[in-house]
Every structure is written in C-alpha cells, then in structure tokens.
C-alpha cells in the first residue's frame, strides 16, 4: 500500500541521528516519518553488523523433513541485518511445522508453481506499508472512521528456485533495482499533439502545484537484471488513492486517469521470483474505468506505460498520461505525451520530463523512486530529481536449504551449519567456530568449547597434570587415575572423561583437604557418563568441580556428598538417583566453607511413589495400558529410550484410534482419579491434546512423556538437594532440580507448621527471639531455576514449635545473613524460608493449591523480606505467611503476603 504524505526526507547520506521539535515550531508528517526511518536504519545497520545473515539456534526458522516431506519449521530469520519471523498461515494444521504454501506471509493461490525437482529455499525479508484497508483495527472506531497513521510490516517469505541459482547473488537475484531516474518541471506550454496533427500548440493550466510524485515498477518480464518486457506506472498523489471495490467515492471514478485494480494478496508479490514461472496476480491497469470492476481494491494513477524488448531495441506497447495516449515521437518534441526510447526512456508528462536509464540496468517489482514539488520554491525547467535511484522496496535474502529430487535434505556446509543455528553469544561452542582437533593435536579431541580447547592447550604447554580417562585414555577408570596420580604425589588432579560409560562398583571416596580435584566430561548430551553401581560418591577435598557429567545411580544411595573447603563448582551435570520411598534422605548434600556454583545441571531425587501413581492412571483402561509400564523405568537413560519408542507408536496410530485412547484417558481422570493435583493432571490434559491432533509431530509425544515424568518426580517432592549449612556463598543457577531443595539439614516429611502455629509464632518472634538466631553473613543466591520446593530442617522446627509450646529460645546458628530467589520457577509451591534477610523478585509458584485442605503457600522467617513481581498459578489465589520484623511488597500477582 501506499500513504498520503507530504514528502520523503529520509536521506541517509546526511548520517542524521535523530529528530528534534523545536518550541513553538510545527511538526510535520515528514519529520515524524524521518524520526522512524533514522530509528530503524541505525538498528538494522548494527544488527546487520553483529548477525548479518541467518537463524538462531532458538526461535529461528529451519526447514525439516517430516514423513519424507520437505517442512518448514517456524522462526526468526535474518537476513542482510533485517529481522523477520516466517510463521504458518491460520488455516495450516501445525503452527509450528508446515509446508512451504502454508505460509501467512506468502499465500499461493491453486495454480502457482510449487517446489519441485530439486531445488534451494531461500528467505526474502523485506518491508511493505499497511494501512486500515487491510488492517481495519488501524482505525479508532472513537473517531468515527477517521484515517490515522498507517504501519510498516517486515515480510518474511520463503521462495524457492531451481539447483545452480544462487538466490544471495545480487546479479541474479537484485534486492533492489538500479536504474536512475530524472524528473524536470516542463513549461506550461507544449509544442504539437503527435497524437492530433491538427494541434500546433497545446497549453497545461494551471501552477506547478504542490504533490510527492511517485514513479512505481509494476511489472517486470524476464530476469531482472536483463528484463524483456517492463511495466512502469506514476502517480502525482503518491499513488495512495485507494478504496474498496464499490465503496470508493463518486468522484474518484472522474477525471483523465488510469485504475489499478488488484487483491490484497498482489500487495504481497513484490520482489524477484526466481522460481521458472509464476502466474500473473499483478493488478489490472484499465482506463477508462471499468463497468464492472473486479477483484478487491481499486487505486488510480496519472499513467502508465508498457514496453518490450527485443534483442537490443525496446518498443511502446502501449500507456497514457493523464488522458493522453502515449505514442513514439520526435526526441525534441515537447509534445505531451510524446515517448523516445533509446538506451534511456524519456516521456513528456502532463507537468514534467521523465528520463530513465534502461540499458545495462536492473529493474524490481516494487521499485520506486519520490519526488517532490513545491510551488513556492521550483519553477518551470527546475530539475526535480537528477538520476536518482530508487528509494524502495529492499529485499534481503538468505539461502536455507537444498533439497535433492532424489536424496531429499542436502546435508548442509560446515559454514551453512553454523550459520543456520548460530547460538547466542554466551553459549558459544567450538563446533560453533569450526573448531576441530586434528591428527596433529589429538590432546584437544575432548574439547566442546573454545574455552576448553584453550584450557587443555595451556595445560598440555605448561606440563599440567590433566589426564584422559575412559576408552582410549590414560586411564581406564576414575579411581584408577585418582590412586595413581595421588601415589606420585600429584594433589591438582585434572581428569578429563572421553565419551562413554564409567563404572563405579563401589562408589567414589576421598577425604583429603589437600587435594584439588576437577572432573569434566566430554560434553554434549550423555557423553561422559558415570553408573555408580553400588557404595556412595563421598568427596572431601580443598576444591572440587564437576563439569559435563551425566551421573546416574542403580540402586538407592545413602547420600552424594560434596564437599570443598575453599570452593565446589557443579555445572552442566545431569545427576539422578532414586531414594527411599518416605524417609528422610537427600540424593545431594553440599557443603563449602568458602564459595559454591551449582550452575545449569538437572537434578533428579526420584521416589517410585509419583512414578507408580502413573502407571496405575495408565494401567486403568486397555487403551492406555501399553504406556503403563514406561513409568516403572527410574533410570533416565533407560526412560528416554523406551520414551521415544512409545512416541513413534503413538504417532503412527491412526487418528480414530488415538482419539479413543485420548477418551479413555479423560474418563479415567475425570474418574478415577479425579483427585489429581494440577502438577499430574496439566501434562495429562496436554497429552490427550495431542492424541486428537490431526497430524501430532514424533518429538511432541515425545515431550509430552518427560513431562510426565518430571512431575511425578515433582508430585513425590524427595530431596534432591541439601545445603546443610548457611556458612558459603552459593549460588544455585539456570538448573532444573526435580525435588525438594532443603536448608540446614533434612526436613521432616511431616514436620510443617500449621496455620495456627504460624499465627502464634508472628507474637513470639520478637526482635530479641530473631536476634538469638546466628547468621552467617553469606548470601545464597537462586536464580532462574525451576525447583520443587524449598524446605527447612526438621529440627528447626521443632525448635519453632517448642518456643511456642514452652518458650524455649532457638538456638540456631549458621543461617543465610541474606537468601536471594530471583526469577525461578516453583513446581509445586511449597516454601519453608529461614534467613535474616529475604529477598524474592519475578518467582513464579505452580500448583500453589497442592495441598487442598490448607490456602496458603507457606513461610518465611527472618528479619526483613522484599517481595517484588512474584506470582502464584492455582486454582486460587494463595498467601505466603510473612514472619519477618519488617517486609516490603510490590506487584505480586495472584499471590498475598499475609504479615
């Protein structure tokens, strides 16, 4: 679409920075318009130097195959700087994973050529104006139908063209055209009509007058850089005269113009198609107007003009300006009307000269090119504009996939690779860099990261003590490469896990506060993993940090217990065991007297209690029963592959059949187990939802089973991870810990203060009684995580209840001086809080109606707590008991904080 405005001062050859009124003084469209124009560029031009072309890792576009069918997966997509989103038509049955004319931003109408033989997709992103004729909520229905402001939208289409046409190159496939344009105000007086031989002399009335002239490609035939047949049109109104089909004004039929008459989908056909044909959906160009117009929108314009070529020479097919009809005249006849071609085009239009270079150049669909008249400051023989290129529309491209007639997918280049999933800057890989070890350094093969390449390169230099360990390496085992190294009196152990499985018949233990200890693994998914088979994993040294380790248990374990007197980093580990149903027992104790990491792990405390309450919903009904024994399975590794199993079954049954086991599995919920807490019964709802899909994807079933499993290893809250005491610094952060994280020690299963007992205790904490509780002076910090509750020692509060039935003081030491949860993810929304200072910000509680005969989510005690941006999801609108001397509140939502 096109916009009534006054003009387009946007010049970024003036490198302005910004738009400033000035008091007293008016401010024009022109001048807001700028204001937005500078804005964008100066963020696209940065965008295009830090990203310039390609998809993210997250969120970005890609294309798939789905079934043996070429599929596109929806997302951000940059290309040349500009940022666009390629999303699924309304109508398409996956919004996330559709087919290339399923597209919102690119509608196909029956008869336009779909992809075939093998081909390359690439993405167009470009920018169009939109104004309320095709987006009615433009428009304030307060203002009676009054035209506002008008938007701009960015296009994201993804075209395709044939194998050996390479859609990045500018000389095949231009983002804009390149052709220059000359504009001169002609003399009122003109010389003979070559169209009326009669007429020696033909006067313009009227002034120069005051208008944005626009010149506008229509159409182009041919490639664009050697067209064979163009189609150019003007317009003295900047072609923004536009109406409805049988809703414009009576007037707007008058008068000596061309009409364009078109769909709102030919508004979407700008560009370059590089595909070997495409049906005509441009708009009609008619004079007079039509008896009986069709399609949807109707524009009008001063004239147009329609040439061919052939060979070197261009004709005049036809055109008018203004009522007159153009026709091949004398190069220095000032005849309106009057056309030379050469290798420029020049007409004589109603009020000015038009120049345009055709030779050599480039011409694209949606070119145009504005010029503005200003009576007050142009005369007769002013120029206008002097070889001017166009000002819009630019198109951006990058190349996403080729697919082989024969093969399908074409394995994309290393360069394609990363390109296609580029990650965000704080989680660059070396894969992510084309960093491979080669034969000649084969001590950096382990390396995931750059940052780990380079650790290893210094180590290997300075004759460090990093070992391999496993298949292939220095040592075969952990324990093996421990002894050894201790007994040649090395005490930095550096044991760097290649791929694979480690055994631990007996545990892992070391009690030496001599030793620095650092085990990583290889990296990636399950590369290094570690079976502990039987005994407990006991460590008790200076410093420890595990890295990269997917740790798993076979049987239940006493305990996992960490210790570092001057520093424990735990980071990027998956570790999982399975604990005794109903005791007090935690898979991981931590504890430091100096500073603690537990950064971007999944920890998993499992009880077979939430597990077995699965399998008997599943075992209920015959439909469902063959998912039953899935959730017998506690090891994780041993889930995930019978997981997808049941997900390739599920996916490949017929449509018929998965809605019956989608209704077995509603009654059964609704029934039987209609008790169920949202935590269970949120991801049942979710998998019965896919069952009625019309075409489920393999990976969402898939999805759908771990979800399952994380909560009813949430609904079983086992102790996943202890802190058993406040005097480190620790920092727990972007993990996800399945279970219960305790303080000071192990809860009491059902050792939790009542409602009752917790109103008694806001009269017995006074200042005195909070100042008789010893504080570490360290701050725990939690941060972006998703936990499954948050505990205190048992015989914490038993000293709680004893002060209230005997006024006994507590004496507890070692208490967080400050306890920070920022922006984590509670999954059932149980809290027992102990600190002298609290501070909670953007925490979200799930399932805070967990317990139904109770309405309040738990406690905190300390002295003071600020509670900013929290938010509780349940059925109700839950309170947290505030115990604190002193606290602070500010837009928490769904979730009161009774003091």
Known sequence: MKTQISRHSYRPEKRYSGVYEQQGRMITDADWNEMSEISKARLDSRVGDLIGSGAPRIGGVAIVEDGGAVRIRGGRLYAGGL????????????????AFDQQADFPLTQNWLRPSGSYVLYGDVWERTVTALED??????????????????????IKWCPVGVDPEDPAQNPPRGNAELSLDLRSRQAGSDPCDPCAEEVTIEGGIGNYLFRV????IEGPPSDPTGLT?????????????????????????????LFYRSSELRQGVFLQPTIPDERGLLLTPYPDVPTRELVRRWDGFIELERDGESWSLVRGSDRGVTLAIGDAASTAPGRVSLGQDLAINLQSLSLRLGLEGRAFVVGDYWLATVRESAQQEGDVVLAQALPVGIEHHYMALAQIDETTGLVEPSDVARRRLAFPPLTDLGASDVSFEASQL?????????VKQALELLCQVQAGGCRVTVGPGGTFETIDQAISVLLAEGNTDLCLCLTPGLQQLPNGLQLDNPDVRLDIEGAGGHGSSRILVEDGAIDLNVSSLRLAALDLRTAAPLPTISLQGFESLTVEDCSISGELETQTSQALISVRSSGEVLLRANQIEGIERSGLNLLREIFDNSPSTRQLAPLFDIVDRWAFEIEARSQAIDLAGKPLAERQAIAEDLRQTRQGRFSGLTDLLDRPLIKLESLLRATAPQLTAFRNA?????????????????????????????????????????????????????????????TNSMLASLGSSNQT???????????AIDGGIVAQLRALLSSGAVPTIDGIFGHLNLESNTIANGRLQLLAYRHSMTGNTFHDVDFLPQRNWLGWVIGRTAVYVGNQGVGSSTDALEDLTLENSQAANLDLVIRS
């Open 441 to 449: 350094c084969p001590q950096l093969s382990t390396a995931e990261t």
């Open 780 to 790: 725990l910090h939690i941060s972006r995580n998703r936990l499954g509750a948050l």
């Open 705 to 765: 089973l771990e979800c399952l499993r994380a909560a009813s290893i949430h609904e079983a809250n086992a102790i996943a991870l202890e802190l058993p005491d406040g005097w480190m610094a620790c920092r727990i952060e972007d993990s996800e810990i399945r279970g219960r994280v305790s303080l000071y020690g192990l809860p009491d299963r059902e050792a939790d203060l009542s409602q009752s007992e917790i109103i008694a205790l806001r009269t017995a904490l």
């Open 232 to 260: 150019l049109k003007w317009s003295s109104e900047n072609g923004a005269e536009v109406y409805l089909i049988r809703e414009e004004p009576p007037e707007f039929r008058q008068g000596d113009f061309v009409w364009e």
């Open 216 to 219: 506008e490609v229509h159409e």
């Open 83 to 98: 940022a666009g989103e390629v999303t699924a038509a309304v109508s398409a049955p996956d919004p996330d994973l559709f």
């Open 136 to 157: 009615p909520e433009l428009i304030d229905p307060g203002l009676h139908g009054a035209d506002t402001c008008t938007r701009t939208q960015t296009m994201a289409q």
